[in-house]
């Protein structure tokens, strides 16, 4: 198991930029595949970026050229550089991580809000 602790939402104007943080503890298996999710009100949940232990990464098209995703082995955590932004990508953003990132653990979300 791995416990995730995310940081670094907040309220931003359209165009500004934010940068998430996910530390994660526990299993170092189950961090070989980290990523980002996010949901906003009356949608469903969705992939926004992800990162493999090899660094490997995978993006959305929303946010293709936007946002950036990195992460620091040594200190077992993953961060998600959002530039550019724009009020739609208001939403809480989950971290996610495991051995095969779909049947793995969540973190407790962080809001992030952009403004217009």
């Known amino acids: 198991q791995v416990q995730l602790v995310e940081s670094g939402g907040g309220l931003v104007q359209a165009g500004g930029s934010l940068r998430l943080s996910c530390a994660a503890s526990?299993?170092?298996?189950?961090?070989?595949?980290m990523g980002w999710y996010r949901q906003a009100t009356g949608k469903s949940r969705e992939l926004v970026a992800q990162?493999?232990?090899?660094?490997?990464?995978n993006y959305a098209d929303f946010v293709k050229g936007r946002f950036t995703i990195s992460r620091d082995s040594a200190k077992n955590t993953v961060y998600l550089q959002m530039n550019s932004l724009k009020p739609e990508d208001t939403a809480v953003y989950y971290c996610?991580?495991?051995?095969?990132?779909?049947?793995?653990?969540w973190g407790q979300g962080t809001q992030v809000t952009v403004s217009s």
């Open positions: 526990g299993s170092i298996l189950s961090t070989k595949f």
């Open positions: 990162i493999s232990s090899d660094g490997n990464t």
């Open positions: 996610k991580s495991g051995l095969i990132l779909a049947f793995g653990s």
